[in-house]
């Protein structure tokens, strides 16, 4: 096992700048995961890590070794596709043992690990099997077992579970989650799925264009997020941005004035006129059940209370919960409000809702920046 460092690493393909500015350390034994939208350089800097690809500019550590110019096939990582490519002739347990016996590995010790790696992956009563007589998952955890059987220093998993249905996906999801619980061996993780992301990792390296937004563990990022393409990217259903102007002490939102708390008020008492993005997660808007709405929905906002008129649109009994989407008037754009249980709501149903504003966030719509 070993840390990675990473420190300012770059990576240009001719003029396109793929990867920039990435620094950060994992510490020996966790679990990080880069997450990202298509084309944020998420498999760029893994190829980096594996020695796949090489950096423009930048250090990268493996242990307290610069790795820079070392072949990856001396950086003793081990690494993941997503189209786990095993070698069709060879049976199961040759394929875990394959690497082992590259590198010329005592033929008792391979046995032992084949058998080793077999049960952790529950896959003892497939060693004699070929590929192709396995279904998707069970052909994902061979490979995942090759990689393990080496002992690697590091493991780098490039998106390991896109390939697989939903069922299968969250099974194998929960099986890598209790495989590194056990074996403890330093692992970056790439996926575009906010879920894996969220689930797995003990902290999350958010990329987009790039560049690093954020890096902190799932909860303090899905909590507190540096600025709206976090804040938008993680959570599911993604959080509501309402575009909204700061006037009268409070935020018009297609005409409806929005009270807020006097602490942010002061940090945008100079700001009058000024357009926001307004954020607030699905799970943070209650629906007054008091159905004596006003017609003037604006005169429904009072000083204290942070009030919101929507049609519903939508209805989506989802078991536990239920997931409405409504339109504010005059706007194409829906909002997603999540409550438990079952609500007796209809498209076209006039709606107050109440906005938790404590759980309000304020982004720069220029910049994405988060004001508050
Ligand atoms: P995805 O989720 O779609 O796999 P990603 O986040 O892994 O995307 P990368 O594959 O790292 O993104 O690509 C980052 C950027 O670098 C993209 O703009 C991509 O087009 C570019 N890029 C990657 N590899 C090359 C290459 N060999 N030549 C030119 N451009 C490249």
């Known amino acids: 096992m070993a840390k990675v460092r990473l420190e300012d690493i770059k990576r240009r393909f001719n003029n396109v700048t793929a990867i920039e500015d990435i620094t950060f350390e994992i510490p020996d034994g966790e679990f990080w995961v880069l997450v990202g939208p298509s084309g944020c350089g998420k498999s760029t800097i893994l190829r980096t890590i594996a020695g796949l690809e090489t950096a423009t500019s930048g250090k990268l550590f493996i242990g307290d070794e610069l790795m820079n110019n070392v072949p990856a096939r001396q950086r003793d990582v081990a690494m993941v596709f997503q189209n786990y490519a095993l070698y069709p002739h060879m049976t199961v ?36 099997r070929k590929p192709k007589q396995l279904s998707g998952g069970q052909q994902q955890r061979v490979a995942l077992g090759r990689a393990i059987a080496r002992e690697p220093q590091v493991f780098l998993l490039d998106e390991p579970l896109s390939n697989l249905d939903a069922q299968l996906r969250d099974d194998t999801r929960a099986e890598l989650k209790q495989l590194h619980q056990k074996l403890g061996i330093t692992t970056v993780y790439v996926t575009h799925d906010q879920v894996e992301a969220m689930t797995l990792a003990d902290k999350i390296v958010v990329l987009n264009r790039g560049r690093i937004q954020q890096i902190g563990d799932p909860q303090s990022i899905y909590a507190s997020p540096a600025n709206q393409m976090v804040a938008t990217f993680l959570g599911s259903p993604p959080m509501n941005i309402l575009p909204a102007i700061y006037k009268n002490d409070g935020f018009d939102v297609s005409g409806q004035l929005l009270a807020i708390p006097a602490s942010l008020r002061e940090k945008l008492h100079l700001r009058q006129g000024q357009s926001f993005d307004l954020g607030i997660r699905p799970e943070h808007i209650i629906i007054n059940t008091d159905s004596a709405l006003s017609t003037q929905p604006s005169a429904l906002s009072t000083q204290h209370s942070a009030l919101l008129v929507v049609e519903v649109k939508v209805v989506e009994p989802l078991g536990r919960e239920t997931l409405i989407r409504a339109g504010l008037p005059g706007s194409t754009e829906l909002l997603n409000i999540q409550v438990g249980g079952d609500v007796r709501l209809h498209p076209g149903d006039r709606i107050s809702l109440q906005l938790d504003l404590h759980q309000l966030f304020v982004f720069d719509p220029k910049t994405g920046d988060r004001i508050s």
């Open 93 to 128: 347990a040759q394929n875990i043992a394959f690497g082992l016996q590259m590198r010329k590995v005592d033929q008792r010790i391979v046995q032992e690990r084949v058998v080793n790696v077999a049960r952790s992956l529950s896959l003892e009563h497939l060693l004699d």
